[in-house]
Each structure stands twice: as structure tokens, then as C-alpha cells.
């Protein structure tokens, strides 16, 4: 019995381990993986505003939020809408930015907002990268 219960707990921790709401990021490839977002995007405690957002801090923020960054229309009427960037949403959002965002507009009842684009023109399509960099990502981030 005692033996049993042991071995059910051990199983219920490694998977809690390895347990990132996306199933399979490796934080370690995703950090080769953000060399991309490089071009535009810094992360980390002394991060500054580029041609994009920081994104330390990102995974739980809601959208268009970093102080000091002019986002676009899009991107900050999603946020007022309710966007917070889960990991979830971010997996969604990488490989068609501005659909993404779009859909979500329209979905809420604002299809009015849902015109133009974002100015993040960067796609990643390919789901492996998009979980390694998300759990990159949430290594900077409070909420885990
Ligand atoms: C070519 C430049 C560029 C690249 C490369 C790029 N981004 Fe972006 N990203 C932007 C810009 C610009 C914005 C602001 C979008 C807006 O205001 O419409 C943005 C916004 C974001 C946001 C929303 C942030 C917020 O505060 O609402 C996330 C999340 C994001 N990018 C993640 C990534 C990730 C992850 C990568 C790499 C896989 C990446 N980006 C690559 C330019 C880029």
C-alpha cells in the first residue's frame, strides 16, 4: 500500500516537472530560437524597448501593456479587449500575428477593431520552435 503510494506520488512530480501547459518546451532550445526574435525583441532584468517589446515578463501580461512602447491599434485594442498573453495564446499568435489577433477581436464582438495589422511582420510556423521558445520565454516570466 505504502509502496504504491510512493510510486504514484514520484510519477505525479516527474510529470509536474516536466509540466509546462504546453507539453515538451525545452527552455534551452528556445533560447537559440529567440535569436530570431532578437532582430527585434530583449529579454532579461536590464531589457529595453527595441523594434519591439520587451518580453521579459511577458507569459501572464496582458497584451500591448510594456511601458513605453508605441503598439499598434491592433495590438492595443486586443489588450483592452482581455487578451493576456498565455502561453497558449502565444502558441497561437507566432505563426500569423495579426490573424491571431484579428480572430480574437472578432470573437469578442469587436470585428470593428479587428482591421490593419500588427506590427510584428516575424512568423514561426514551425511547433516544436514555438514550444521551445515559449518555455524560453516563461523562464523570465513570474508566472510559470
Ligand atoms: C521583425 C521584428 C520582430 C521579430 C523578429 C519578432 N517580433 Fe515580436 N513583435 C514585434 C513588434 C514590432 C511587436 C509589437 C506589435 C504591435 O504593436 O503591433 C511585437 C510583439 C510581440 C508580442 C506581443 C507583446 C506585447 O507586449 O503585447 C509577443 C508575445 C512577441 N512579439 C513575441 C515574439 C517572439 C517569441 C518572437 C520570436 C519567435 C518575435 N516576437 C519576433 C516585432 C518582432
Known sequence: ??????????????????????????????????????????IGPDAKNAVGPVLTGVVGRATGTYPGFAYSDLNKH????????TEDNIFEYLP???????????????ADQATGSTKMVFKLANEQQRKDVIAYLKTFSEKK
Open 96 to 110: 500569423d500575428p495579426s490573424a491571431f489577433l484579428k480572430k480574437y477581436l472578432t470573437e469578442k464582438g469587436k
Open 78 to 85: 486586443a489588450g483592452e479587449a482581455g487578451l493576456v498573453w
Open 1 to 42: 500500500m505504502l509502496r504504491a503510494g510512493v510510486v504514484a506520488m514520484a510519477l505525479t512530480v516527474t510529470s509536474a516537472g516536466a509540466g509546462f501547459a504546453l507539453d515538451g518546451g525545452d527552455p534551452a532550445k528556445g533560447e537559440q530560437i529567440f535569436k530570431q526574435c532578437m532582430t527585434c525583441h530583449r
